[in-house]
């Protein structure tokens, strides 16, 4: 392990040492907000420093073992001893990089539920059933999870796909999966409409939100214009005799959120202030990164064919995810919601590139 790395840790062990004192202090005993935050950065640190300690520990076994085996001439305790040094060396490297792992620092939203926006962008009625089939993907993986899929808004093409599509998913650990599918998603195949068999090439875009609490962003009712109107369907006939759809512009920032699905106009307004909420976070987040561009739009992106971050080729039966070049021929089970081998890789290269790039101690 490198000094630098090294140095770092010990930083660790200092910082939950000195949690630990706080614990026992009376002044933070008798103050309830202190010592919860003291217990929870204590909790944070104990994985890291009693994993820093097993590190320690296995290396001096390892650093034992091996000057005993400079001067030892037995040949049963020889022989003991290269076990052992082949297991302590194990025990070493595979610590180390669970260590460094430890100190990537974590999302703190990976916990949450998500908001998912699809949008058909390029390729006409071709795009719109393709952003149907991501719906679809998307919603046999989170029944892979375990995870509920709550339709908030969705409007339907003419020939029969989506124009636009908001759904909640729910579950732990949903937005540290779901935040790997934003952004543009190409598909190269025949279309059902193709009396040529020609390939065509189509986008759909994709949004993800994490969900927002009600505490965690601050909206005035006076920044809020609310109309109504009644839900339409495919073509834009009416699906529903009230004014139940909900249209919401929060005044301030100039987003604006519809929802029609439900027919109580409270539930939909209910909804639409949920997608607001979400889409508001994701704008603090993005301003407390330095980053003034929207998130949500560079995830979007412009919908132009050259765009995208994965390409879905049907002839080829290939799916290639540009951000890390990694391709697999298994198109038809990632479309029965099998992701988990792209979300993995996904996982490792960040995780990886965050090292690269020198990540912050933990005791920062």
Known sequence: MDTALMDKLDDVVAVYDETLAKLADPAVLSDQDRYRETARRHAELKPITEAYQAYRAAGTELAEAREMRQSENDADMTSY????IGEKTTEVVDLEQSLRLMLVPKDPND???????IRSAVGGDEAALWAGDLYQMYARYADRHGWVVESINVSFSEAGGLKEATFAVKGDGAYSRFKYEAGPH??????????QGRIHTS?????VLPEAEAVEVDIHENDLEIEVFRSSGPGGQSVNTTDSAVRITHKPTGLVVSCQDEKSQLQNKTK?????????LQAQISEQAGERASERRSQVGTGERSE???TYNFKENRITDHRIGETVHNLPDVLAGDLDHLHNALMADDQARKLAEGVEAAAE
């Open 308 to 310: 995208k971050i994965r």
């Open 81 to 84: 001893l290269d076990e052992l």
């Open 186 to 195: 190409r598909v190269q195949r025949v279309p059902k409409t193709e009396s």
């Open 203 to 207: 986008v759909a875009t994709v949004a």
């Open 272 to 280: 639409a202030m949920r997608v607001l909420r979400a889409r508001l």
């Open 111 to 117: 916990q949450k539920d998500v908001i998912v926006e």
